[in-house]
């Protein structure tokens, strides 16, 4: 290609990239010794410090910059040209003295040899610099970042001066940051990790102790992540807003108190959540248990504060025998998933041993529940597949629904109080046999009850006398079932018997 089309493409390519760049040909002397350089072509977007675009092009660099002629940067250029291996040059200041120019510019400076030219790219800093410094000033702004995978924490110019730290000592570490704050406000901080840990941004206001005073700091950050959702760093302002605190109303402490709580509301249901799903995986499909399919469901309330205390267990016994059970610990958030933690345990380490009588094993989980001053619901069945014989009692808790040839209702009740309600309390049981192709539904109260409504019940009903009277609508029954609950978890256990 000819040296004139090879510098017409250079040209176009350059006029189309939105940053500062040229391309420099060498201007050699009769013994080949690199004398100048000529623009051959120019960014059209960017302008140098003398408002100069595409006009720059065919111009010498030494009377466009004289100031730059043997000095480190022209001297870089020599170097490229001779060696080819690219170079920068980081923080090149360059001085003018001409009226009407910014006498002091800052610039970053990438150079390669390209097509027999030298390819430049410049970045001001300066500027940039000098608007985030009046930024930061006028704000009582800093920003930090702090790399999760190395441990590196930087700091902008404005983190030094809301910390009162001299910049030789460099940013302070971690554990630095975590002394200076308040402990009464540690709470807080930890909140905004579990929200970052969600991949929500935080905004809280905490507290720290530089020098003899106590200043309040707004903090918002925000997690940046890989391809694969791998926390990589962490971006956070930081605003001084000691001033504003210390002349707003009680109003807008209440006002803040509360944004507060509600954020700790969102952590503890987070934490919830994950201790549910490592207590009680729900299985994708259907377990085969002895005479039985039962299909497992969980449904999260719409409202995702109020994570409930909703347990489920299915187990095939030592004997052959199946023990199918659900319940509901009273409350919600971490109390309420700390103490079906404890329910269902306890109750799988009664099974272990050979407890299995549900009678017998609701007394155990209501002393329990009066140690640890729990009160909850809960059904327990075992069902035989020998005798298709089924065992069951209840506390407190609603009946399982039993659905056969186009028909369903609740089973019969049981005596049983509320666990926890009195330790003396005795339970019945009931021992109806089921026949084969019989739909069981146990559920929690969730999939009923409305607040301010009316009960869904019956449409549950008409849902499993439909299915019964269909063979194989197990599973397209679910569809219909399972609604999230505005206000409760739901847990339930479908049925077959085979």
Same mark, same amino acid.
């Given at each position: ?28 002397? =009769? ?5 100048? @350089? ?34 480190? $940067? ?8 001779? #060696? ?24 970053? &400076? ?17 500027? *940039? ?33 809301? @910390? ?5 000592? !460099? ?19 930890? #909140? %905004?990790?579990?929200?970052? *840990? ?23 950050? *925000? ?5 694969? !959702? ?6 956070? &302002?930081?605003?001084? &807003? ?71 267990? %299915? ?9 199918? =059970? ?6 919600? !958030? ?10 269902? @345990?306890? /109750? ?64 019969? $009740? ?37 607040? !301010?409504?009316?009960?869904? /019940? ?7 006398? #439909?299915?019964? =009277? ?17 206000? *409760? ?10």
């Amino acid at each position: 290609m000819a040296d004139d089309e090879v510098a017409r493409v250079v040209r176009e390519v350059l006029s189309v990239i939105p940053a500062g760049c040229s391309w420099l040909l060498p201007v050699t002397s =009769a013994d080949g010794t690199v004398r100048d @350089f000529r623009v051959a072509a120019a960014g059209g977007r960017e302008h140098d410090i003398y408002h100069r675009g595409t006009g720059r092009v065919d111009r010498l660099l030494s009377e466009l910059y004289p100031s730059i002629v043997d000095g480190p $940067l022209w001297q870089l250029y020599l170097r490229v040209v001779a #060696t080819g291996e690219p170079a920068e040059l980081r923080e090149f200041r360059y001085e003018e003295k001409k009226a009407g120019v910014v006498a002091h510019s800052l610039f970053d &400076v990438t150079v390669h040899r390209v097509l027999g030219g030298l390819l430049v790219w410049w970045q001001r800093l300066d500027e *940039d610099r000098r608007r985030l410094q009046r930024t930061e000033l006028l704000g009582s702004l800093g920003w930090s970042e702090y790399d999760l995978v190395t441990g590196e924490v930087t700091w902008s110019p404005g983190m030094y001066r809301i @910390f009162e730290r001299d910049p030789e000592l !460099g940013p302070m570490s971690r554990g630095e940051q975590a002394a200076a704050m308040l402990a009464e406000d540690r709470r807080v901080s930890e #909140t %905004a990790w579990q929200t970052l *840990d969600s991949g929500a941004a935080s905004d809280v206001t905490v507290r720290f102790r530089i020098g003899p005073a106590v200043k309040h700091l707004r903090v918002l950050s *925000d997690l940046v992540t890989d391809a694969d !959702g791998g926390p990589l760093k962490i971006n956070a &302002v930081v605003q001084d &807003v000691t001033a504003r605190e210390d002349s707003r109303t009680a109003l807008d402490r209440l006002r803040d108190q509360l944004h507060t709580r509600e954020m700790t509301a969102i952590a503890e249901h987070r934490l919830a959540v994950h201790l549910q799903h490592l207590i009680q995986p729900v299985p994708r499909e259907p377990l085969p248990l002895p005479g039985l399919r039962v299909l497992v469901t969980y449904r999260p309330a719409e409202n995702t504060i109020r994570v409930g205390g909703d347990w489920y267990h %299915a187990e095939r016994l030592a004997d052959g025998r199946v023990m199918l =059970a659900v319940g509901d610990v009273a409350g919600h !958030g971490l109390g309420a998933a700390n103490g079906m933690a404890h329910l269902r @345990f306890a /109750l799988i380490a009664w099974l272990s041993i050979g407890v299995h009588e549900p009678d017998q094993l609701l007394r155990h989980l209501n002393r329990l529940c009066g140690q640890l001053g729990l009160t909850g619901t809960a059904v327990l069945s075992v069902y035989d597949p020998r005798s298709r014989e089924l065992v069951w009692g209840r506390a407190g808790h609603a009946a399982p629904l039993l659905a056969r040839g186009g028909e369903a209702a609740p089973l019969e $009740l049981p005596v049983g109080r509320l666990l926890g309600a009195d330790e003396n309390s005795a339970y019945e049981v009931h021992r109806p046999r089921l026949d084969p192709g019989d739909l069981l539904l146990l559920y929690t109260d969730g999939l009923v009850e409305r607040r !301010g409504g009316p009960s869904l /019940l019956p449409g549950v009903l008409d849902l499993l006398a #439909t299915a019964s =009277a269909e063979p194989g609508a197990m599973l397209p029954l679910t569809t219909g079932l399972h609604r999230s609950s505005p206000d *409760d978890d739901t847990c339930t256990l479908l049925v077959e018997v085979l």
